[in-house]
């Protein structure tokens, strides 16, 4: 009779949660998905069909954590030198970042974030074929090459090269768990030996979680070069943790899954807005 009781409870329990899960996975048509625009700012609208839901709402705040944040730069009140930035290189063999990325990608990251820390920033754009000499004069340290391709036009006020280089990018940690309910489930069912234990024992038997997550570690190294010299000003070293993960529940028929982290891309960004930092900080 315990064992009756225990069971008809359970099921209750379970089913309770499944119907919250079904509640709360229901679009809801006046819950809004995006927050609301600053003053003057451009506002725009959600075509999604599950705009408002709580997957909808999950997934948002999952994109704003991971979304582009401008940095309050220490210095940025003053005026940095003129600079040019070059692409620099990727040191890590992993083949899935070497993919995705060139020396450009990083470069263009760089330029960027250096304009809004107020730096004087002469764009690669703009230089053309000059850019190639420049590149291969700082690389290998020629000063003669380097004095002659900086005496062209707006190269003279030229103060810093800078490069940004990938050292390191590898995952260094995985772990997953997860839960399958079939066996529980199959117990629950032998030993109740009732219509309601049985149907407890299916409930619980559907029941399927899971859990993956993985860390990486990426690298990046500044270096400053003198425009004239070619001889290093500074050099510093970031690292930054990335982790990716997935999620996944299954009750009764009814699913629910969910993945996400801090992609590649934005890593390298907030890389280079933290070098960017540790300049503006230290050097300017």
């Given at each position: ?71 309050e730069y ?78 062209v036009g ?98 009764m028929g ?31």
């Amino acid at each position: 009779m315990r064992t009756q009781r225990f069971v008809i409870s359970l099921f209750t329990v379970m089913l309770s949660l499944l119907m919250a899960g079904c509640m709360e996975t229901a679009p809801k048509a006046t819950a809004e998905s995006q927050p609301a625009p600053a003053s003057g700012a451009p506002a725009f609208g959600n075509p999604s069909p599950t705009a408002g839901s709580s997957t909808s709402a999950k997934a948002n705040a999952a994109a704003d954590a991971a979304a582009y944040k401008e940095v309050e730069y220490k210095n940025i009140k003053k005026k940095g030198p003129a600079l040019i930035v070059i692409p620099g290189d990727i040191k890590s063999a992993h083949a899935t970042f070497t993919q995705k990325f060139s020396p450009n990608n990083i470069a263009d990251f760089g330029e960027l974030e250096l304009s809004q820390a107020n730096f004087t920033v002469l764009e690669r754009a703009n230089l053309g074929h000059l850019l190639n000499e420049i590149t291969l004069a700082y690389n290998l340290g020629n000063v003669a090459a380097a004095r002659k391709t900086m005496q062209v036009g707006k190269l003279k006020t030229t103060k810093w090269i800078v490069k940004f280089d990938i050292l390191k990018a590898e995952q260094i940690a995985s772990n997953t768990k997860g839960f399958d309910g079939r066996a529980v489930g199959g117990l629950i069912s032998s030993l109740s030996g009732s219509r309601a234990g049985s149907a407890t024992g299916q409930v619980v038997g559907s029941v399927q979680t899971g859990e993956a997550s993985g860390v990486w570690l990426v690298g990046m190294r500044y270096k400053i070069m003198n425009a004239n010299t070619t001889e290093q000003v500074a050099q510093g070293y970031k690292e930054l943790k990335m982790e990716v993960g997935a999620t996944s529940t299954s009750v009764m028929g009814v699913s629910e899954s969910a993945k996400g982290g801090v992609g590649l891309d934005t890593m390298v960004q907030r890389l280079v807005q933290t070098a960017v930092w540790d300049i503006d900080a230290k050097y300017k």
